[in-house]
């Protein structure tokens, strides 16, 4: 049972989506916001990052780890703060040796509501459509469990094709 | 003895210095380059910078850690490459229980050279002099130094200053 870590990275708050994927069918596991204290120094706030998401790994052990990927920041300042803290969950991720996966923030629209222009309402909707949700996820949680559901169907996708080849491959012979 | 750990990072090259710092007299201790293989992902290059500084912190074990501030980035897609870089280091410091100074790039040459707006040769030309090497060290080498040389600088000036305090205190009593 393939277990992915969605996150979406942010130097005031971070969110975290757990989910399974076994043959295309998804499960919620857990989600939720690393908030960093803004009275905290950058490096505190950095390891406030780095723990939060190995305790995360150590919980819930995922073999899969996506992030989204920033394809503009408003300012070259703003753009610094996300980059460190983008650095911080990919080293979490590395030290302990799981796969990373980026995502632009488009395509994971894309994946998940169909269309990379939707707004982060549409976004919640599908996550607690997709997942079965009771409720909405906060705003933070339900993007990386966007970017989780992403890579789950890109990986579903992959598996797909390589099966399609496979059997195209077997009425060749 | 206390050791510093300079770092200046960058998403291709990451220098570090490692200097020790004994009542205002610095020392030499090591210094390189720390280089990133652009084939790589970006996930493997920042565990690079984690790993590398890692090693180099269980290696010299620093008790203080150095690290340039960024001013200005040129662009915000270079801003967020830095920024993942300089996460990375400082992760590695905090993972290792490091205090974290960050210095702005200004403040390092005034400290070193003297004057805010000198250039990386008269950087390079200061750092081996003031830590009598035998010849300049390479450029981000150099740099991380400075860094380290700005550090042992303001933390000596604050002794210096606490001292002066306490001498006034004995005089008022």
């Not at 390891?47 to 990927?69: G, Y």
Request: glycine residues 6%.
């Amino acid at each position: 049972m393939p277990i992915i870590l969605g996150i979406d990275p942010g130097s005031r708050k971070t969110g975290f989506g757990v989910i399974s994927s076994v043959s295309g069918k998804v499960e919620y596991i857990a989600s939720g916001v690393i908030r960093m204290d803004n009275a905290h120094s950058l490096a505190e706030r950095l390891k406030t990052i780095f723990s939060s998401v190995s305790d995360i790994i150590n919980l819930h052990m995922p073999q899969e780890f996506a992030i989204e990927n920033v394809f503009m920041a408003k300012s070259a300042g703003s753009a610094l703060k996300l980059g460190q803290a983008r650095g911080a969950a990919i080293v979490a991720a590395v030290h302990h040796d799981l796969p990373v996966s980026e995502y632009e923030a488009r395509k994971v629209k894309q994946s998940v509501v169909g269309t990379g222009a939707a707004d982060k309402l549409q976004v919640q909707h599908m996550v607690k459509s997709l997942l079965s949700l009771s409720m909405s996820p906060q705003e933070d949680a339900a993007d990386a469990l966007a970017v989780a559901l992403c890579h789950a169907n890109t990986q579903q996708h992959l598996i797909r094709t390589a099966s399609a080849r496979h059997f195209r491959r077997g009425r060749l012979v």
